[in-house]
């Protein structure tokens, strides 16, 4: 099957710098989702982007797709963007309703 | 409008055990979806609903688990004969097919735990 890897497994930042969260992944996709996991565990959709680039407020992701990878950028990183960002695909021709994920990144920003 | 709801939140149970857990999907959302997130690692796809019927059932890991969608609204996963491995939190996410990209919304879990 597809595998999801994200870059790096783990991150610590102090608040206000930025950073770059990557995501590979193996196969063609027609469905890519960025999530943050707050630290209650409550998943919050953050992008729905299979190609192209998005920007939210602090927030932007671009993914390549003929390269078969994703980035997420986090500007000025505050102590509430903590938790866990994953990766999520659909296989190219899978079914549309199987989210692949990656293991994540965990982030903790210091204040 | 209401999110995702999932209860109950925490499930404690003995090996062998029944358990069943249920999810309130977004109103109106026609596609309902279960994953499972054991410690340290993301969300793993069990099963995939468009209406009443299992569109992708192709992550339930065994006949032991189970899962209903009768009205096409609310769905309940069952866990049968229940095993230590099976702790883990239960995740359900809901979309529109379709809309809004097919974004999926999750609810807060079920946190399972098989002693």
């Known amino acids: 099957g597809i595998q999801v890897e994200q870059s790096p497994p783990d991150l610590i930042l102090q608040e206000g710098a930025n950073s770059t969260l990557r995501c590979n992944f193996s196969?063609?996709?027609?469905?890519l989702q960025w999530f943050h996991q707050n630290p209650w565990g409550q998943l919050i959709n953050l992008f729905y982007?299979?190609?192209g680039t998005k920007q939210n407020g602090r927030l932007s992701a671009t993914t390549v797709a003929t390269e078969r990878y994703s980035l997420l950028y986090i500007s000025s990183s505050q102590t509430t963007d903590s938790g866990v960002y994953f990766c999520?695909?659909?296989?190219?021709?899978?079914?549309?309703?199987?989210?692949?994920f990656g293991k994540g990144t965990k982030l903790s920003v210091k204040p | 409008g209401a999110g995702v709801s999932q209860t109950p939140s925490n499930k404690v149970t003995e090996k062998g055990k029944y358990v069943e857990l249920r999810c309130d999907p977004i109103?109106?959302?026609?596609?309902l979806y279960w994953y499972r997130q054991s410690l340290g690692q993301g969300p793993e796809f069990l099963i995939y609903?468009?209406?009443?019927?299992?569109?992708?059932d192709s992550g339930l890991p065994n006949d032991r688990f189970f899962a209903v969608r009768p009205e096409g609204s609310v769905s309940t996963l069952k866990i049968q004969r229940t095993e230590r491995g099976d702790s883990a939190v239960y995740l359900c996410?809901?979309?529109?097919?379709?809309?809004?990209?097919?974004?999926?919304?999750f609810g807060p879990g079920t946190r399972l735990t098989v002693l």
């Open positions: 196969d063609s996709v027609n469905n």
């Open positions: 109103s109106g959302h026609t596609a």
């Open positions: 982007i299979p190609s």
């Open positions: 999520a695909v659909v296989r190219y021709g899978g079914s549309q309703g199987n989210l692949i």
């Open positions: 996410a809901s979309s529109l097919p379709g809309q809004v990209q097919d974004t999926q919304y």
């Open positions: 609903f468009q209406g009443t019927g299992a569109a992708d």
